[in-house]
């Protein structure tokens, strides 16, 4: 199906011209339903397209990449070097080879710094500059969806995508953390054991918790996409974005505005697995991520609605 077929397949939920004014009753229920079909139209752009699957595939990729390097390196009873964020992997790999259900959360932790948020920056990137340049967004706005209404659907897309993004990298670490290792009772940093069935809920939990703490690279990503008509430009610049401010988050002399960088506590859900729980950290990650949600998403809608598109 081709980019004007989609486009023009997402005016089919439109309310219909009547002879009479519909009531305020089914005005409502219409903009609903127009606004319900958006969004599945847009969760069908996304979910689709084969780049995304392709991301799909190299999120599925790095736990099997792992699992079988840490099967490989304890087949003969040997131990990991470093400690659980030592310099010979990522956080929670020396538990790996003792429980399976460890490779959820080094997965986690391997793909959070540069795979998810590159796969989010790539969908978000695209959002709203690959319709520019592939000439559909015109006639989208055509539509009776409003330019509000429509980069909500967008933005509420690519958070659909943070979350199954994140789900298939937890997925794919639960699989083979099953198959190559033992999996049973969790051992928490707290050095407290906890039933599998509830080490299994802390680790959806951390999933979420994950997919939460990609909400500002959305809203970076959407913003950029708005500037420009060229979806690889925003692409491109979003994961530039994304570089420089990991660097800057790693560079010391840097340590005050550091707490303001969106990356700069995605680890926090390694608190999840203490004994009590411990919720500071995590709860400054996602006010900040709500910040920039806040923030970035503003500049995006104010930049959309001026924006002249019918040139």
């Known amino acids: 199906m081709s980019r004007a077929e989609?486009?023009?397949?997402?005016?089919?939920?439109?309310?219909?011209?009547?002879?009479?004014?519909?009531?305020?009753a089914a005005a409502r229920a219409a903009r609903l339903r127009w606004t319900l079909g958006l969004f599945r139209s847009e969760l069908l752009l996304v979910f689709r397209r084969w780049r995304t699957l392709a991301l799909f595939g190299v999120l599925v990729g790095v736990p099997v990449l792992v699992g079988v390097a840490v099967r490989i390196e304890t087949r003969d009873g040997g131990t990991l070097g470093g400690g659980a964020h030592g310099d010979n992997g990522p956080a929670f790999i020396q538990q790996v080879s003792n429980n399976g259900l460890f490779l959820v959360f080094t997965a986690l932790a391997a793909t959070l710094p540069f795979f998810l948020p590159m796969a989010v920056g790539v969908v978000a990137g695209d959002a709203i500059a690959g319709e520019a340049s592939g000439g559909t967004l015109r006639y989208l706005l055509v539509a009776p969806a409003g330019r509000t209404r429509l980069l909500l659907a967008k933005y509420a897309s690519v958070l659909a995508f943070c979350l199954a993004a994140t789900l298939v990298v937890a997925g794919s670490g639960?699989?083979?953390?099953?198959?190559?290792?033992?999996?049973g009772d969790v051992t928490t940093l707290s050095g407290t054991t906890i039933p599998l069935s509830q080490g299994m809920l802390r680790a959806l939990l951390i999933a979420v918790l994950v997919a939460g703490s990609l909400?500002?690279?959305a809203a970076v990503g959407l913003f950029v996409s708005t500037l420009t008509d060229s979806g690889i430009g925003a692409m491109a610049a979003t994961v530039g974005v994304l570089i420089t401010v990991q660097i800057v988050d790693s560079i010391p002399q840097l340590h005050a505005v550091q707490p303001y960088l969106f990356p700069h506590y995605w680890l926090s859900f390694a608190d999840v697995l203490r004994d009590p729980v411990q919720w500071s950290a995590t709860g400054r990650n996602l006010g900040l991520q709500a910040l920039y949600a806040a923030v970035f998403g503003s500049a995006a809608w104010a930049r959309f609605t001026s924006r002249d598109i019918t040139a």
């Open 215 to 217: 909400v500002g690279v």
């Open 174 to 183: 639960l699989v083979v953390g099953c198959v190559l290792f033992p999996v």
């Open 6 to 24: 989609t486009a023009a397949d997402r005016t089919d939920g439109a309310p219909q011209r009547t002879g009479t004014a519909p009531g305020p």
